[in-house]
């Protein structure tokens, strides 16, 4: 039974999970030198900022532009305070607020910041400090590009990386590729509707349908053989849709994208609940992982590629993102062979399991479609 609850609580991760799994929290820095001067913005969503400051005077969840003027001159303080530029010796480039503006983007609103400051001489490196939302937040990113003359760097702050130092010449490709690789399994992580896709896949795959009923496989090998194969379509199919994406050969609305990747799990769930296909997954993952490749571009866009070592960003994010999913099959497929004899594997993990992630999708569903209150 301890094995039971182990399954069930790794499916329970999932199925809490916010419906908005395309839509962490994260905030763009953007930066220019010239010289010793820097020029730039930083946005961040309203629903975010009200974690830094008291915006919402009135209590009434709704943040207007009057709210975010009042709160101006603590927005300003608060810039120096999570916003650090430094030389190489230590010297700081104070950057200060300049115009408060509101962006309006399909997710809400944003407040753009945007910043000037000097540094006391031109630097040759550049010590970056991000340190918004952490403590609140672990899942916040903050995510920066820097351009200095035709030079461009990008960097991703997190909980465990809040300083980030720069040269200003070309960027290290080792540096982008552990970047972009890390990046790549937090996108994975906190991609829960990917996670639940994923799951839903692999929840059938100890079992083999017989007329009207399921059987248990006799090996681990009648088992991993299907995995690895559903694995490697959805890999083959979302790198397909990810490059085209992010070489702009090919890229749908981001809110169709979505829309389609909630559709693509209530469908998974549902074939686990009245099974059409049966047999041969790899098809069905090879055909919705097509549409998970645009979410994984979108997220990988908000990233920004660095310029000259786009290639390489890419590789790294769409590796970070596999052994993200390998992770995943590493713990299921052992705990799930060990219980497919049961029948609380069966009725509870495969029937109740694929119940409430179709629920879960189905939610997402609507709220895409704009169908809810929210």
Excluded: K
């Excluded at 310029?307 to 970070?320: C, D, I, P, S």
């Amino acid at each position: 039974m301890r094995g039971v609850r182990g399954l069930v609580a790794l499916l329970l991760l999932t199925l809490m999970a916010p419906a908005q799994a395309h839509r962490p929290s994260d905030a763009e820095w953007n930066l220019e030198l010239q010289g010793t001067t820097l020029r730039g913005h930083w946005t961040m969503a309203l629903r975010d900022l009200e974690g830094l400051a008291d915006l919402d005077r009135d209590g009434n969840r709704r943040l207007t532009w009057g709210e975010l003027r009042r709160a101006e001159p603590a927005l300003a303080a608060l810039v120096p305070q999570l916003l650090s530029v430094q030389t190489e010796s230590g010297e700081p480039c104070e950057l200060r607020l300049s115009m408060l503006r509101v962006q309006q983007r399909e997710d809400g609103g944003y407040a753009w910041m945007d910043l000037d400051g000097d540094c006391p001489r031109p630097p040759r490196q550049l010590a970056l400090g991000y340190a918004a939302l952490f403590p609140i937040d672990p899942s916040h990113r903050g995510l920066l590009q820097l351009r200095s003359g035709e030079q461009a760097w990008t960097a991703v702050f997190a909980p465990e990386q809040q300083r980030h130092e720069i040269e200003l010449g070309q960027p290290a490709a080792p540096g982008v590729l552990a970047t972009y690789l890390r990046e790549g399994v937090h996108h994975i992580w906190i991609g829960y509707d990917h996670l639940a896709f994923l799951l839903v896949l692999l929840l059938p795959a100890v079992l083999r349908r017989q007329a009207d009923h399921w059987q248990p496989v006799t090996r681990l090998r009648e088992a991993l053989v299907p995995v690895v194969g559903t694995v490697t379509a959805f890999t083959v199919a979302h790198s397909i849709t990810l490059v085209l994406s992010v070489l702009d050969l090919l890229r749908p609305p981001t809110a169709a994208v979505e829309l389609a990747i909630a559709g693509s799990v209530l469908l998974a769930a549902l074939n686990n609940l009245w099974p059409i296909l049966t047999r041969q997954h790899w098809r069905l993952a090879f055909l919705f992982g097509l549409l998970h490749g645009f979410g994984f571009a979108a997220a990988l866009q908000d990233l920004g590629l660095p310029t000259g070592l786009r290639g390489l960003a890419l590789l790294g994010f769409n590796l970070g993102v596999e052994l993200g999913q390998l992770a995943v099959v590493a713990v299921f497929v052992p705990l799930a062979f060990m219980l497919r004899n049961t029948r609380a594997y069966r009725l509870g993990a495969l029937g109740l399991g694929s119940l409430l992630i179709a629920v879960l999708a189905a939610g997402w569903l609507l709220e895409r479609a704009g169908l809810t209150g929210s």
